[in-house]
């Protein structure tokens, strides 16, 4: 008996069930190879090919997040060009885009659109930003309801593997209630009166410094694009000749469907708690242990504070998803007493503020203040005794630069040890020059007084000789 497409597909998810029942919660593995029954029903063939519907995000007036010279609706045109064009390199599949131009499209039409050529999942391509600029990273929304939740939530597990193996940060795969209770999306909301599985990818933050290396180019946008694309049909299980890729034998992650709504979180991290390890008054760095743990959405980021909450650290990466207690060092600057506090923030941007931890003022000298004294030695060299240096042995604030009483002791030393033996022999010759030129003087002096008199003597006679005449 032939299997049609689908029914292979179906094949794959009960093996990947029974995987998932039976071992480890993850049952994602590459036995393409090993996977006998794909080997000899291949993906991707004759019959029903796989219906992707691609929808770049926004369009028309519709700009979705505009920053600098980023505009979400043609970053999404963009990536959803990349990702059609890649998928139509795999067998069996059939890749249509909500919109090709700049269209403004509502969302339940796009959602339509989708039900109207049978979407086997519809990807919904955005990018994002925050209002204060400060969050970064990946996310992908999933609707909190049923079939919907689990085919959502395995496709964007896939999805979000990628994205960090790319080198972007993962804020998670979520889901978010409006009032009423259904998703707050409506992209995802519509989806699920449709009944087309969908997923909200959230590729980066387009505002933050972080993710920009990811975006800031027309390739990397077409990067997007693949990444998507092989996300798609490695969830699918597709094979493309042309790119000589088989993941016909891919094992998805299985998700349980739920029978209730998956609720996010909206509570605030459990704990958050900090206890200093190490002051290093040498350089003001100061070791900070922070536990902190929430157990529903858990730990994205954190940010700390010296000065008792008054500002704050840009966001951290909680850099290991698997541990509740990290360490990280912090720089403190000197002559201010350290109040530490931490902010630990969950996987919906909710934190919780640590308890506070006093140390004692540190003395250190920054960098800033060694080269400015580098700077001022220097100078004192060539000024000589014209600076004053303070004799106290403390510091003050000159012109925000603060210059300690170390330049005193060294001021004097090296740099004037040549200028003084040059002016002992400058003086020296100064001398013995005056010298020469009293000498000089007294002695023409003397010699003046003698013909002087002479002269006198001769006028005198000459004068009685007039006289006598
Ligand atoms: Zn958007």
């Given at each position: 008996?032939?299997?049609?497409?689908?029914?292979?597909?179906?094949?794959?998810?009960?093996?990947?069930?029974?995987?998932?029942?039976?071992?480890?919660?993850?049952?994602?593995?590459?036995?393409?190879?090993?996977?006998?029954?794909?080997?000899?029903?291949?993906?991707?063939?004759?019959?029903?090919?796989?219906?992707?519907?691609?929808?770049?995000?926004?369009?028309?007036?519709?700009?979705?997040?505009?920053?600098?010279?980023?505009?979400?609706?043609?970053?999404?045109?963009?990536?959803?060009?990349?990702?059609?064009?890649?998928?139509?390199?795999?067998?069996?599949?059939?890749?249509?885009?909500?919109?090709?131009?700049?269209?403004?499209?509502?969302?339940?039409?796009?959602?339509?659109?989708?039900?109207?050529?049978?979407?086997?999942?519809?990807?919904?391509?955005?990018?994002?930003?925050?209002?204060?600029?400060?969050?970064?990273?990946?996310?992908?929304?999933?609707?909190?309801?049923?079939?919907?939740?689990?085919?959502?939530?395995?496709?964007?597990?896939?999805?979000?593997?990628?994205?960090q193996?790319?080198?972007?940060f993962s804020?998670g795969?979520?889901?978010?209630?409006?009032?009423?209770?259904?998703?707050?999306?409506?992209?995802?909301?519509?989806?699920?009166?449709?009944?087309?599985?969908?997923?909200?990818?959230?590729?980066?933050?387009?505002?933050?410094?972080?993710?920009?290396?990811?975006?800031?180019?027309?390739?990397?946008?077409?990067?997007?694009?693949?990444?998507?694309?092989?996300?798609?049909?490695?969830?699918?299980?597709?094979?493309?000749?042309?790119?000589?890729?088989?993941?016909?034998?891919?094992?998805?992650?299985?998700?349980?469907?739920?029978?209730?709504?998956?609720?996010?979180?909206?509570?605030?991290?459990?704990?958050?708690?900090?206890?200093?390890?190490?002051?290093?008054?040498?350089?003001?760095?100061?070791?900070?242990?922070?536990?902190?743990?929430?157990?529903?959405s858990g730990m994205l980021?954190?940010?700390?504070?010296?000065?008792?909450?008054?500002?704050?650290?840009?966001?951290?990466p909680w850099p290991d998803a698997s541990s509740d207690?990290i360490?990280?060092?912090?720089?403190?600057?000197?002559?201010?007493?350290?109040?530490?506090?931490?902010?630990?923030?969950?996987g919906?941007?909710?934190?919780?503020?640590?308890?506070?931890?006093?140390?004692?003022?540190?003395?250190?000298?920054?960098?800033?203040?060694?080269?400015?004294?580098?700077?001022?030695?220097?100078?004192?060299?060539?000024?000589?005794?014209?600076?004053?240096?303070?004799?106290?042995?403390?510091?003050?604030?000159?012109?925000?630069?603060?210059?300690?009483?170390?330049?005193?002791?060294?001021?004097?030393?090296?740099?004037?040890?040549?200028?003084?033996?040059?002016?002992?022999?400058?003086?020296?010759?100064?001398?013995?020059?005056?010298?020469?030129?009293?000498?000089?003087?007294?002695?023409?002096?003397?010699?003046?007084?003698?013909?002087?008199?002479?002269?006198?003597?001769?006028?005198?006679?000459?004068?009685?000789?007039?006289?006598?005449?």
């Open positions: 008996m032939k299997f049609g497409f689908h029914g292979k597909r179906y094949l794959a998810a009960i093996l990947g069930a029974a995987l998932f029942l039976s071992g480890p919660a993850c049952g994602i593995s590459h036995a393409a190879e090993t996977d006998a029954a794909a080997q000899k029903m291949p993906y991707g063939a004759e019959d029903t090919p796989v219906v992707i519907v691609i929808d770049p995000g926004h369009g028309g007036e519709n700009l979705g997040a505009e920053y600098e010279d980023y505009t979400e609706k043609d970053m999404t045109l963009a990536v959803a060009e990349a990702m059609k064009e890649e998928l139509e390199k795999y067998e069996g599949v059939t890749v249509y885009l909500t919109r090709t131009g700049d269209e403004d499209l509502s969302l339940d039409e796009r959602c339509a659109y989708a039900e109207s050529v049978d979407a086997d999942f519809l990807f919904c391509l955005h990018f994002n930003m925050s209002e204060q600029h400060t969050l970064f990273g990946a996310e992908c929304w999933v609707s909190a309801f049923g079939e919907n939740y689990s085919k959502g939530y395995g496709f964007a597990s896939i999805e979000i593997g990628m994205l193996e790319m080198g972007l804020r795969i979520k889901t978010r209630l409006n009032d009423k209770g259904t998703d707050y999306y409506g992209i995802l909301r519509h989806s699920v009166e449709r009944s087309v599985p969908c997923v909200l990818i959230e590729h980066c933050h387009l505002d933050q410094a972080h993710d920009q290396p990811f975006y800031d180019h027309d390739e990397k946008l077409r990067a997007f694009g693949i990444l998507d694309a092989t996300a798609a049909a490695k969830y699918f299980g597709l094979r493309s000749e042309t790119l000589g890729v088989d993941y016909s034998g891919w094992l998805k992650e299985e998700v349980a469907v739920p029978t209730t709504a998956v609720s996010p979180d909206r509570s605030e991290p459990d704990v958050c708690i900090i206890d200093v390890t190490e002051q290093n008054t040498e350089n003001g760095e100061i070791t900070v242990e922070l536990s902190a743990a929430d157990y529903d980021y954190y940010t700390y504070s010296y000065d008792n909450g008054a500002h704050f650290s840009e966001l951290q207690t360490r990280f060092v912090m720089q403190v600057p000197p002559r201010v007493l350290p109040q530490i506090v931490v902010n630990a923030y969950n919906y941007d909710l934190y919780t503020a640590s308890n506070m931890v006093s140390l004692p003022s540190m003395d250190y000298k920054t960098e800033e203040e060694l080269a400015a004294m580098e700077a001022v030695e220097s100078l004192s060299g060539d000024v000589a005794d014209g600076e004053t240096f303070l004799p106290d042995g403390g510091a003050t604030v000159q012109d925000g630069i603060t210059v300690h009483d170390v330049t005193a002791e060294t001021a004097g030393e090296p740099a004037d040890g040549q200028p003084s033996l040059t002016g002992f022999l400058t003086v020296s010759l100064l001398c013995v020059l005056l010298l020469a030129a009293m000498v000089l003087s007294l002695t023409l002096i003397l010699g003046g007084r003698k013909r002087r008199r002479r002269r006198r003597k001769k006028s005198v006679r000459r004068g009685r000789q007039d006289f006598d005449r």
